[in-house]
């Protein structure tokens, strides 16, 4: 991740390859915002910005050359639109400006970053989105490949209230948060043939390392130990696969904790649909099967680095879901964690097994609240498109999510789960079946979920086609893995230390 500082210098001093400031549309046109430069610049880029086709609006990023009065070679004009109602642009706004500014830029070794901020949460929107949006996946790139982008080396946030404690520490926060999406977006992003269940386990092992997160216990269960402990979701999926299943209990445990929160992950590294087999295309993205993991990983180790007062608790439900002589079949019935049996009509549909478990493990012992995230259902997509996640479960806990993931400018909607829609999930053999009712599926899976957490305060929270950016990228967003829902989880667990 890139190098960033914060200072207070005025940015037409900022020696910098490039200076991003803000453009704001305005009924007259554009108004350059946030910038100290001299008025004789502003001007003119304002007069020229028609020209140019300027607007300010999101995510427009326009480079022109800085001129002889700033110190930077370039100037950047990203787009922030409007004000709000109140006069502000709110942090989202500049989350997104700054973010969609630094992704734009192809080989930058250092920017300096000068948008309009009215204290420390401004400050550190700005950090945020820019952190996020210098991100780029290189690991399979070759030195020669001179085409691929580079992200920014140094970002430099210029921000009048850049040396209060309150905007340092702002700050400081944003950097642990975008670390985490970041090292989200690089595991989703990997091949399944490097990521799969074990390999997934010990880079959850090297991430608890590398962060230096203190309280941080893992452990992990091989497939003679989910064999041994009724890990009946797990050890289905993963008997087709030459690579089994693993789950992995990554558990922060600061000095008396406040609240007592688990989180469960999705981790099927790769969804072939088992013996109801995907068809081609369908698979040409199923390495994103495993994001729910990769952010409750993600998030564990976060509230340790911030050492929050809150015991975190992340299940990481690992396993390989592919075709062969040893797979199950559709018919089969299994036995999950606990003692609930289930039988498999749809190979497919193997999330909601391996989430099972790892339910079942979180409630044992006894958390104050569980929140489940996993790229559960196709029908997630039709529902919400691929920018808004679902969330379901206990009301007041729904609740919880949908405010955490607006103060952290992630979109979860919340949605219901008719208890109507529960009887299609009745088989004929075994307490439940792992499918039901076509129409309505997302909330279907939901509350096959719901089976399993018992009395426990629960939230589950869909992020099907959220986690994945199949599209071009936009804002802060690359395309490929998002990172999405790891601000959301630990706005919440944040939540839970202040309650």
């Known amino acids: 991740m890139a190098e960033?500082?914060?200072?207070?210098?005025?940015?037409?001093?900022?020696?910098?390859?490039?200076l991003v400031v803000g453009a704001q549309s305005t009924s007259d046109g554009v108004a350059i915002v946030g910038a100290d430069l001299p008025r004789s610049v502003i001007a003119e880029v304002e007069a020229l910005a028609p020209a140019l086709g300027i607007t300010g609006a999101a995510d427009e990023v326009r480079t022109?050359?800085?001129g002889p009065d700033v110190a930077a070679d370039v100037l950047v004009l990203t787009g922030l639109g409007p004000r709000a109602a109140d006069g502000?642009?709110?942090?989202?706004?500049?989350?997104?400006?700054?973010?969609?500014?630094?992704r734009s830029l192809a080989r930058p070794a250092s920017v300096a970053v000068a948008l309009p901020t009215d204290g420390e949460a401004d400050v550190a929107a700005v950090a945020e989105g820019a952190l996020l949006g210098a991100y780029a996946y290189t690991r399979y790139r070759t030195g020669d490949d001179k085409g691929a982008k580079r992200p920014a080396t140094r970002v430099e946030v210029l921000a009048a209230s850049a040396r209060s404690a309150a905007a340092k520490a702002a700050v400081e926060r944003a950097k642990v948060v975008a670390d985490a999406v970041n090292a989200t977006r690089d595991l989703v992003n990997m091949p399944p043939n490097d990521l799969f269940p074990a390999a997934f386990a010990d880079l959850a092992k090297q991430a608890v390392k590398d962060a230096g997160a203190k309280g941080v216990k893992i452990t992990v269960l091989d497939e003679k130990a989910l064999a041994a402990g009724g890990y009946g979701g797990l050890m289905g999926v993963g008997q087709g696969s030459s690579r089994g299943?693993?789950?992995?209990?990554?558990?922060?445990?600061?000095?008396?904790p406040t609240a007592k929160v688990a989180l469960v992950g999705k981790g099927i590294t790769f969804d072939s649909g088992?013996?109801?087999?995907?068809?081609a295309k369908g698979m040409e993205t199923m390495k994103l099967d495993m994001a729910g993991a990769a952010a409750v990983l993600s998030t564990v180790v976060a509230a340790a680095r911030l050492g929050l007062p809150v015991a975190v608790t992340g299940w990481l439900c690992l396993a390989e879901n592919m075709p062969s002589g040893t797979a199950q079949r559709p018919s089969d019935v299994i036995t999950i964690r606990g003692g609930r049996t289930v039988e498999v009509l749809n190979t497919d549909a193997e999330g909601r097994l391996v989430m099972a478990d790892g339910l079942a493990a979180a409630t044992e012992e006894s958390p104050d609240v569980v929140l489940d995230v996993a790229t559960l259902t196709g029908a997630q997509m039709v529902a919400l498109g691929n920018r808004v996640s679902a969330v379901m479960g206990s009301d007041a806990v729904r609740g919880e999510v949908v405010t955490a993931a607006d103060a952290a400018g992630e979109?979860?909607?919340?949605?219901?789960?008719?208890e109507e829609l529960g009887a299609s999930l009745k088989s004929k053999v075994a307490d439940l079946s792992n499918i039901g009712d076509r129409f309505g599926g997302m909330l279907v899976a939901g509350l096959f979920l719901q089976?399993?957490?018992?009395?426990t305060p629960w939230a589950h929270l869909d992020?099907?086609?959220?986690?994945f950016n199949e599209g071009s990228a936009h804002g802060y967003t690359p395309a490929g893995g998002t990172g999405v829902a790891v601000r959301t989880l630990l706005g919440f667990v944040e939540g839970r230390a202040t309650r």
């Not at 502000?88 to 630094?102: H, I, K, P, Q, V």
């Not at 299943?245 to 008396?256: D, E, G, H, Q, T």
């Not at 979109?411 to 008719?418: C, K």
């Not at 089976?451 to 009395?455: K, L, N, R, Y």
């Open 451 to 455: 089976e399993f957490v018992g009395s």
């Open 411 to 418: 979109q979860f909607w919340p949605m219901p789960l008719p």
């Open 463 to 467: 992020i099907a086609g959220p986690a």
């Open 64 to 66: 022109i050359p800085a």
């Open 245 to 256: 299943p693993r789950l992995v209990k990554v558990a922060y445990s600061p000095a008396r």
């Open 4 to 18: 960033l500082i914060v200072s207070s210098k005025s940015p037409s001093s900022a020696k910098v390859d490039v």
């Open 274 to 279: 088992g013996l109801s087999l995907k068809p």
């Open 88 to 102: 502000t642009f709110g942090a989202e706004s500049l989350r997104r400006a700054a973010g969609a500014a630094l």
